[in-house]
């Protein structure tokens, strides 16, 4: 089959285009940003790439045209396909029908951490020689790649069990709750048919497409009713929102975890020198020993452990399997260290995963300061809908130092906020700063920062390639 993809560029799609290249199929696609890396990395698998959505491309004549949800009506193509009555289908459906349908599917649910923890879950499967496929939002740097087919080997996994099958059934995805497509408003996982589901947490975000938290459990409702009797929800047992969809019904086994001590589930118990105990049914487990912060890390990782276990991975290894855990990029990752001054780099983006990020590294750090960069560029953030719980998620920090500029938010200034960060930030008094020229915040860092001091970098996207320009600076 050949396939042609309008929106290839994104995380989503170009992971779905590595898979149907993988799987034997003719793969083209476009996009309106064709540009390294994600334009690289799929040139390398032999895919074609096309700058723009002209109409001119239903001349490729492909077999079916797959739709990302980047695309809405009035794009050129899209008009195009539709005038002409042409096959097409949506990303996410086209994933479930060609791709999952035979598959064992894990899916990772939830407002945050659904990329950590579908990376921790397909590592601790690789670990245990399950040789699983995955597609995941980000790159596990225990794999070095965002989607692979199952029992595809990628490079050497001197870790690893022995393999029990190089025809895996399992696959793990990273299960997104935002919309389909501009045909299709039902959230992306309910095309996955998952038989393992985990339920992260749940709060309100993504206000460009759903009012309020509500319609957000409605959606996640959904996903709990494609669970099959035989499946099992590992549910986030701290979590109010989850405990309300629940309630709507649910017809699949259950299991709590982030459970109170000495309550039936999926425990743990944190140490100071970072590693934690897991319980299940108030048994312990074992320790997990590793590198990672935060309290929110340790409760992916249980989510992670509890869903290996129902497709029979021991608690005891799946724990082994964490200690050789190397988290994903993005995800504090440091970039670099020049005179004493380190750079890290993560996707933190919500208020609350903003906090958590900090206070993570606060605990690692203890005393030395923490200099938060921030770049609120999500749709929600871009609305306004959270910028009033941005003082109190950067309270941890030393200094502030904000990016963005006040716009309409409208087409042609979409990169804009609505609204004034400078003002957002006000609360914070003289330790938060705001700005909307790139270098000048730069200098700023550059002039703020001492010897010993953290530098934490959050945006949800390139930001400019303010990383390496900082790192530059301050050498």
């Given at each position: 089959m050949h396939i042609h993809i309008l929106g290839i560029c994104g995380t989503f799609m170009g992971g779905l285009a590595v898979l149907a290249k993988q799987a034997g199929h003719k793969v083209t696609g476009c996009d309106a940003n064709v540009y390294p890396p994600m334009s690289t990395q799929l040139e390398a698998q032999g895919i074609s790439l096309i700058q723009g959505f002209g109409p001119e491309q239903v001349d490729l004549q492909p077999d079916l045209f797959v739709i990302g949800n980047v695309v809405s009506r009035g794009n050129p193509l899209m008009e195009a396909i539709l005038n002409r009555g042409l096959p097409y289908m949506s990303g996410p459906e086209w994933m479930g029908n060609h791709i999952l349908r035979d598959k064992w599917v894990l899916a990772v649910a939830g407002t945050h951490g659904k990329t950590t923890t579908s990376a921790m879950l397909a590592w601790i499967l690789e670990y245990a020689g399950y040789a699983p496929g995955f597609l995941i939002g980000g790159v596990p740097l225990n794999f070095g790649i965002s989607a692979r087919l199952s029992g595809v080997e990628v490079g050497t996994q001197a870790d690893a069990k022995v393999s029990k099958s190089q025809d895996s059934i399992f696959f793990v995805i990273e299960a997104d709750e935002y919309d389909t497509a501009f045909f299709d408003k039902r959230s992306k996982f309910v095309h996955y048919h998952a038989k393992t589901a985990i339920l992260n947490n749940l709060e309100y975000d993504h206000a460009d497409i759903f009012p309020d938290l509500s319609a957000i459990e409605t959606q996640f409702h959904h996903l709990v009713?494609?669970?099959?009797?035989?499946?099992?929800?590992?549910?986030?047992?701290?979590?109010?929102?989850?405990?309300?969809?629940?309630?709507?019904?649910?017809?699949?086994?259950?299991?709590?975890?982030?459970?109170?001590?000495?309550?039936?589930?999926?425990?743990?118990?944190?140490?100071?020198?970072?590693?934690?105990?897991?319980?299940?049914?108030?048994?312990?487990?074992?320790?997990?020993?590793?590198?990672?912060?935060?309290?929110?890390?340790?409760?992916?990782?249980?989510?992670?452990i509890a869903a290996a276990r129902h497709v029979g991975v021991p608690p005891a290894v799946a724990i082994e399997a964490l200690g050789k855990f190397e988290n994903v990029k993005r995800r504090m990752e440091l970039r670099g260290t020049v005179n004493d001054i380190a750079v890290y780099d993560d996707f933190a983006h919500h208020p609350t995963a903003i906090t958590?990020?900090?206070?993570?590294?606060?605990?690692?750090?203890?005393?030395?300061?923490?200099?938060?960069?921030?770049?609120?560029?999500?749709?929600?953030?871009?609305?306004?809908?959270?910028?009033?719980?941005?003082?109190?998620?950067?309270?941890?920090?030393?200094?502030?130092?904000?990016?963005?500029?006040?716009?309409?938010?409208?087409?042609?200034?979409?990169?804009?906020?609505?609204w004034d960060l400078a003002q957002a930030l006000s609360p914070l008094g003289n330790k938060a700063q705001a700005f909307d020229d790139l270098a000048a915040l730069v200098a700023a860092v550059k002039q703020a920062a001492r010897p010993g001091d953290q530098v934490l970098v959050m945006s949800n996207g390139g930001f400019g390639g303010v990383h390496q320009k900082l790192l530059d600076a301050l050498a």
């Open positions: 009713r494609t669970v099959p009797g035989i499946g099992r929800l590992l549910v986030n047992a701290r979590e109010a929102a989850l405990e309300r969809v629940m309630e709507r019904g649910c017809w699949s086994e259950q299991e709590g975890f982030g459970v109170a001590a000495g309550q039936p589930g999926w425990g743990m118990q944190s140490h100071d020198d970072g590693s934690f105990d897991i319980t299940f049914e108030v048994q312990l487990q074992g320790t997990v020993h590793w590198s990672l912060t935060g309290e929110h890390n340790r409760m992916n990782a249980l989510a992670a958590t990020t900090v206070a993570g590294l606060r605990k690692k750090i203890g005393a030395a300061r923490i200099l938060a960069v921030l770049e609120p560029r999500s749709n929600t953030m871009k609305l306004g809908t959270m910028k009033d719980a941005l003082p109190a998620s950067l309270a941890e920090a030393d200094l502030v130092f904000g990016f963005g500029a006040k716009g309409s938010g409208q087409d042609g200034d979409k990169n804009a906020l609505g």
